[in-house]
């Protein structure tokens, strides 16, 4: 099993791109989120979406929106990038009920 | 709401030698503990977790850690580190019930010297 998958794994993009960060999971989870970790301040939830078909608002959604496309990919856009977006985002997927959450290896972006 | 504080975000340790890493939460209603690790340029792990039963509970790579509900602590240990122990590490909490709603510390980097 390849658990949690990220692509791209670097981007680099302009003030006002937009982009796709994709995110699949293979252990038949239903739980599935998207983290961005900055120094200093921890992880912080975007988005998270608890089943095929729903999605919600975590700590910082502003400028992102997300699409759970099925059970397996969960995906975070970006409309239109600011600095301020400069981060490490992690997508994490756990099963429901269930408390632990697994990872995948993360996409840096640097917005410039 | 919830809040977690990791006291110190940088911990230098001698190999062999114990290492304490300290979290304190905050919460106004009951809570499961964890510790999460992360290598350099991975994804979080988990490490341990208290969801109920003794408070003393033993994670992978011989760590452990002890959940004291009257100080909200949850401190992590080891008695004994190895340089391959260098990492970030995690402390998190989620309410009871609220499996989505994990509040992370913001991390200490615990460096193992030679």
């Known amino acids: 099993n390849a658990g949690v998958t990220q692509t791209p794994k670097f981007q680099v993009l302009k003030t006002g791109q937009s982009m796709t960060l994709q995110c699949a999971q293979d252990m038949n989870h239903n739980s599935m989120y998207w983290y961005r970790q900055d120094p200093g301040m921890g992880l912080r939830l975007i988005y998270y979406s608890a089943s095929e078909g729903t999605t919600d608002k975590g700590e910082v959604p502003n400028g992102y929106n997300v699409s759970r496309l099925n059970k397996r990919e969960f995906s975070l856009r970006l409309e239109s990038a600011a600095p301020s977006q400069t981060s490490v985002y992690f997508c994490?997927?756990?099963?429901?009920?269930?408390?632990?959450?697994?990872f995948g290896p993360g996409t840096r972006l640097t917005v410039t | 709401a919830q809040s977690v504080t990791q006291l110190d975000s940088q911990v230098p340790v001698f190999e062999e030698a114990p290492v304490e890493l300290r979290c304190n939460y905050s919460s106004s209603v009951s809570v499961y503990l964890f510790w999460y690790v992360q290598y350099p340029n991975q994804g979080l792990q988990l490490l341990l977790k208290?969801?109920?039963?003794?408070?003393l509970v033993k994670g992978i790579n011989g760590f452990e850690a002890e959940f004291n509900k009257s100080q909200t602590s949850f401190h992590l240990r080891k008695p004994s580190v190895h340089i391959s122990d260098t990492a970030e590490y995690f402390c998190?909490?989620?309410?009871?019930?609220?499996?989505?709603?994990?509040?992370f510390g913001i991390g200490t980097k615990l460096q193992v010297i030679p």
């Open positions: 998190a909490v989620s309410p009871q019930g609220g499996y989505q709603k994990v509040t």
């Open positions: 208290y969801l109920s039963g003794s408070t």
């Open positions: 994490a997927s756990s099963e429901v009920d269930r408390y632990e959450q697994y």
